[in-house]
């Protein structure tokens, strides 16, 4: 299934929307957990495509 985006648009896009979710101050302490951990998956999968790189210590994860 092809959304019309680069492999590395849409790893991106899903790593700034897990970003983004992760500002929130109103999240259950399961969900922040949860999304803590799938950043970390997906800083690994837009790392591994050189789209972008900071440390993840920077977003408290």
Do not use: C
Request: net charge negative.
């Amino acid at each position: 299934m092809s959304t019309g985006m680069s492999l590395e648009a849409q790893a991106l896009s899903v790593y700034h929307e897990l970003k983004a979710l992760l500002e929130r101050d109103d999240l259950p302490p399961g969900v922040r957990a949860n999304a803590q951990q799938a950043i970390s998956a997906m800083w690994q999968a837009v790392n591994n495509l050189a789209a972008d790189y900071e440390f993840l210590y920077d977003l408290g994860v």
